[in-house]
């Protein structure tokens, strides 16, 4: 009991002051003249006839106490009604009792009148909209028009895929410009920085959802420009070898030597260590054959680089060279090297017949390197004697060599076709030029 007192005690301080907000302050006036009461209710209901929304609010004044009645459309309106009448000279105090009226009718006039203001004002504004709208086809047609055309765009360009992002690029500005023209006209070009902020949002947004995308996107238009590669050139990208096919907005494509598709992203190609084996003619084979270690290694020498230049793949410039690499227990190692017209000839296979030829000319020449020997210690172990009459075999002559088999490159122009065929098929797909400007 004693705790409600005291909440008692402490809320009806709390409800005076409720009760006194925005009433007039000062020395109240001990005079009660009628005159003046009257005159306060006249002053009051002049200013409330002024404005609108307070037709239904009624004013009576007795003692310097104003008193109102009556209905408004919202309970803001109900509460400003006290800053105004607490203004009118000579109130003393103010008794509120105006309410939110629950009228459907009184409720909707406002808005049907505003309705029919905006209404008038779109049907003003109407020609003036138009013209902008005209404005801004105008300006993007123009673009559009200007974009289509093939020149300049195909003379800057490298290739149809950068002539293409040109002619986006010119799209989007003259969008962009007409945008900016047609909200000069309307006189809200304030709209174009809210506009341009929320599609810098949405970019960003969607940049950070396909960041893999674009940044094989951004590899592409690098890569179509620098075009470090042809079709149809025989390249070796992060481990994988095959012939190029072509390149796309996503990825490169290369066609291995066992025809299977080799799809790779460009922003991986862009990344990784590219090996071109075709943008020279010449490339150069190397093998390693052993000899004898009691053979001559000059004579040796002179063998392989004489068989080498014999082969009539071989180039003569570059020159064909034979050198030692290493000593071993059994026989000497020599490394031998040749160069090739690639475009005429199969490296694989001729490399294979050049050491085919060159194995034979050794063993021709009994320099081949001899199986490894071991000596065996027999102290102490009785051994059976050799048959009487048994007589070492005769050493077989060797062989002469078969004469050179064609090494010309067929497969590799067997593959050219197909990745020719392949291209003509998606030729609007490709970002390579046969002609392409060379890092």
Partial sequence: MRILVLLLSLALPLAAVAQT?????GTINVTDDANADAAIANRIR?????????????????????????????????????????????????????????????????????????????????????????????????????????QPWDRLSPNA???????????????????????????????????LGAAGIVGLAIGFAVRDTVENFIASIM?????PFRPNDTVEING???????????????????????????????????????????????????????TDLTAAQQLAMDTLNGLPFVLRSPEASVWIESVDDFWVTLNMAAWIDQNETN????????????????????MAAPFPTYRIETAGLEL???????????????????PVQDVDASEDKALEKIVDQERAELARSDLLTDEPRQE
């Fill in 347 to 366: 490296i694989v296979l001729a490399r294979s017949e050049a050491i085919r030829l060159t194995q034979a000319a050794f063993d021709g020449a009994g």
């Fill in 240 to 294: 994988d070898t095959g012939k190029v096919i072509r390149l796309t907005s996503r990825a490169t494509i290369l066609l291995s030597f066992d025809g299977n598709h080799i799809r790779i992203p460009n922003s991986t190609v862009f990344k990784s260590r590219i090996v071109n084996f075709t943008r020279n003619a010449e490339r150069r084979f190397t093998f390693a054959l052993s000899v004898s270690g009691e």
């Fill in 21 to 25: 907000t925005d009433q007039p302050t």
């Fill in 46 to 150: 002049d200013i409330l006839g002024e404005l609108q929304g307070y037709n239904d609010v009624s004013v009576t004044v007795s003692s310097g106490i104003v008193t109102l009645r009556g209905t408004t459309l919202d309970l803001a309106s109900a509460s400003r009604l006290n800053e105004l009448v607490g203004r009118v000279e000579g109130v003393v105090a103010i008794e509120n009792e105006v309410i939110e009226t629950t009228d459907v009718v009184e409720r909707l006039n406002p808005a049907v009148d505003r309705f029919k203001a905006r209404a008038t004002q779109l049907i003003a504004f109407l020609p003036l909209a138009l013209i902008a709208l005209v404005v801004f086809l105008l300006v993007v047609f123009f673009g559009l028009w200007l974009a289509r055309r093939k």
């Fill in 161 to 195: 895929f950068i002539a293409d992002i040109y002619r986006q690029i010119v799209r989007l500005i003259f969008v962009i410009a007409g945008l900016v023209v047609a909200l000069d006209i309307l006189n809200a070009t304030a709209l174009l920085s809210g506009i």
């Fill in 384 to 402: 059976p004697a050799p048959e009487s009459g048994a007589a070492a075999e005769p050493a077989k002559p060797a062989p002469a060599p078969a």
């Fill in 223 to 227: 890569l179509s420009i620098r075009q």
